[in-house]
């Protein structure tokens, strides 16, 4: 198994390389960026973003008067026209443009290698802390809704399986199907209405993760306020992975208790709860194991995005949006890294929570 883990953590290293790689060849070809931006604002809205770069106030002076009526202010970016060439190519240095590409993309990766993330380009913070400031609502977001997906989701399923074909098959069956059904943030715009001072009720709030007198509550209403204002943006996050984790749940189960092993089982007079969980559960989860990487990383980024900017929660899917739309790549690249190296540890544990459900499968033995 130390071989397998070894092979697994060195294949890491050319999988992040290239989806770096890939990544950082798409924004290339990507219209705008960090440079259009500050121009944009510059040439549109007076002097906004000389506040944004270091030493932008005295340069945009002289792009004032860089002004050419013969033309030879043209730029390749588009709205330039006009500004000095010599506060074009400062800004292209302090965004690091001023050098070839691939020098860029092996500069952050070797960056990157020593969790060095650099600063981020609009904001007056590092990559790193700005993600750390943003984390407590993305991890509270994404370790309840697990928890609560598989917590209920599994055991619903496995009594479906069991019952199959009942009453209590079918009603949940519904339920599940209904709940799938409806898009998590059209649920979610419904609850604000119902439940979050819309048109009816005015029970919880509707922003932020806890409220502005936290720090002076005890530690009993803390714990309170905490779910009281987790508790919208967790129903709404929770529908279609509560549906989706409960029918895979149910066939999985179904699948396996179909099986001849199974019957040979209950003819040597073993239980039905022994049959369940000592034969069919360590095979009939494989399964559910496989799809954890994939929950997790949805449920941490990807999934909360459209929750986050309903509820006003100040996440990091908000962040990595509004990073992508503000051009500013220091934090799209930088949490496009962490989540994607979180995917492969994930990934990895899972294939080692594989052997310690079934000892039978032996990664090791595999061909690569």
């Known amino acids: 198994m130390g071989a397998y883990i070894l092979r697994r953590l060195l294949l890491m290293i050319p999988t992040m390389v290239g989806i770096m790689a890939i990544s950082f060849a798409v924004i290339q070809f990507a219209p ?4 259009e931006r500050v121009i944009a604002e510059l040439t549109g809205q007076g002097g906004s973003a000389t506040d944004r770069i270091s030493g932008a106030g005295s340069d945009f002076s002289q792009a004032d008067s860089g002004v050419d009526a013969g033309g030879e202010g043209a730029s390749k970016y588009r709205g330039a026209q006009g ?9 292209e240095a302090q965004f690091g443009f001023d050098q070839p590409p691939l020098k860029r993309f092996g500069t952050m990766m070797w960056n990157y290698l020593r969790l060095d993330f650099g600063e981020s380009y609009f904001r007056d913070i590092t990559v790193l802390d700005l993600i750390i400031e943003k984390m407590p609502v993305s991890v509270s977001l994404g370790l309840w809704i697990l928890f609560l997906s598989y917590g209920i ?8 399986a069991v019952k199959d074909g009942t009453p209590f098959d079918i009603w949940t069956s519904g339920v599940v199907i209904v709940a799938y059904a409806i898009p998590g943030f059209l649920f979610a715009i419904l609850l604000i209405v119902l439940f979050a001072g819309g048109s009816f009720f005015d029970w ?5 993760l806890t409220s502005e007198n936290f720090a002076e509550l005890s530690p009993l209403e803390k714990i309170v306020d905490y779910f009281w204002h987790l508790a919208l943006p967790l129903i709404s996050m929770a529908l279609a992975s509560f549906a989706t984790t409960t029918l895979l749940t149910k066939n999985s189960f179904l699948d396996e208790i179909r099986k001849q092993y199974v019957q ?3 003819s040597k007079g073993l239980t039905e709860r022994q049959v369940l969980y000592g034969h ?3 095979n009939a989860m494989l399964i559910i194991i496989a799809g954890f990487p994939g929950a997790f990383i949805t449920a941490f980024f990807t999934g909360s995005l459209l929750i986050e900017t309903i509820f006003s929660l100040d996440g990091l899917g908000l962040l990595g949006f509004e990073s992508v739309i503000g051009r500013d790549y220091p934090v799209v690249f930088a949490t496009l890294y962490i989540f994607s190296l979180m995917g492969l540890i994930i990934s990895l544990a899972s294939d080692l929570t594989y052997t310690w459900i079934d000892p039978r499968i032996d990664f090791e033995s595999r061909e690569v």
Not at 83 to 91: K, M, R, S, V, Y
Not at 153 to 160: A, V, W
Not at 204 to 208: D, M
């Open 32 to 35: 705008g960026g960090p440079v």
């Open 204 to 208: 919880f709030p509707l922003r932020g």
């Open 153 to 160: 989701s599994i055991p619903l399923g496995i009594r479906k």
């Open 264 to 266: 040979t089982a209950r």
């Open 83 to 91: 500004l000095d060439p010599e506060f074009i190519a400062q800004l």
């Open 280 to 282: 069919v559960f360590r």
